[in-house]
T-cell receptor
Framework: DQQVKQNSPSLSVQEGRISILNCDYT??????FLWYKKYPAEGPTFLIS?????DKNEDGRFTVFLNKSAKHLSLHIVPSQPGDSAVYFC????????????FGKGTHLIIQP | DTEVTQTPKHLVMGMTNKKSLKCEQH?????MYWYKQKAKKPPELMFV???????INESVPSRFSPECPNSSLLNLHLHALQPEDSALYLC?????????FGPGTRLTVL
């Protein structure tokens, strides 16, 4: 059973516009969520996170929104830049333990000039 | 500084070889992890060390053997691997709740 879902395998956005990546989860015990950016054959790079006690967290061009009742989170990138082209993974965990992350399958973001 | 280093970057080994992957961090993180990632798939957790003790082993085959010599180092010993074990092996360490990943070791088993 997939506990973290990213239903869009790919997303194409024009440079300068907003990119919105979506993620859904099923495990109500998850209380900490992260977004990672990954290039091929490299490790994931941490972008931004959000705790379940918040509904929004912002860092520069990146904003993550959390809707707990809908078990949904989204990553907004504004404005989108060519260097943002990569695979983006949503991940979730139960805070406080030393557990690993549960990842979604990723969304390949392509920024078109 | 959130750097996790991994060596080697690439490794090719035969099914009868014994090799080791190494991971290092000097951020004072007390939890370290091994993940395996196959092409076009998300990373999958293999092992978790917390305060140098193995806390989670996600039923990984015994041909993979983790070791945590100290709080900064994590090894993954490989023996008698199969071609299907070819993948990107990622190490991570965590500060409180955020995990930081190394660049990975690309392993090919012939």
């Amino acid at each position: 059973d997939q506990q973290v879902k990213q239903n869009s395998p790919s997303l194409s956005v024009q440079e300068g516009r907003i990119s919105i990546l979506n993620c859904d989860y099923t495990n109500s015990m998850f209380d900490y969520f992260l977004w990672y950016k990954k290039y091929p054959a490299e490790g994931p790079t941490f972008l931004i996170s959000i705790s379940s006690i918040k509904d929004k967290n912002e860092d520069g061009r990146f904003t993550v929104f959390l809707n707990k009742s809908a078990k949904h989170l989204s990553l907004h990138i504004v404005p989108s830049q060519p260097g943002d082209s990569a695979v983006y993974f949503c991940a979730a965990q139960i805070r406080g333990g030393a557990d690993g992350l549960t990842f979604g399958k990723g969304t390949h973001l392509i920024i078109q000039p | 500084d959130t750097e996790v280093t991994q060596t080697p970057k690439h490794l090719v080994m035969g099914m009868t070889n014994k090799k080791s992957l190494k991971c290092e961090q000097h951020m004072g993180h007390r939890a370290m992890y091994w993940y395996k990632q196959k092409a076009k798939k998300p990373p999958e957790l293999m092992f978790v060390y917390s305060y140098e003790k193995l806390s989670i082993n996600e039923s990984v085959p015994s041909r993979f053997s983790p070791e945590c010599p100290n709080s900064s180092l994590l090894n993954l010993h490989l023996h008698a691997l199969q071609p299907e074990d070819s993948a990107l092996y990622l190490c991570a360490s965590s500060h409180i709740d955020t995990q930081y990943f190394g660049p990975g070791t690309r392993l090919t088993v012939l």
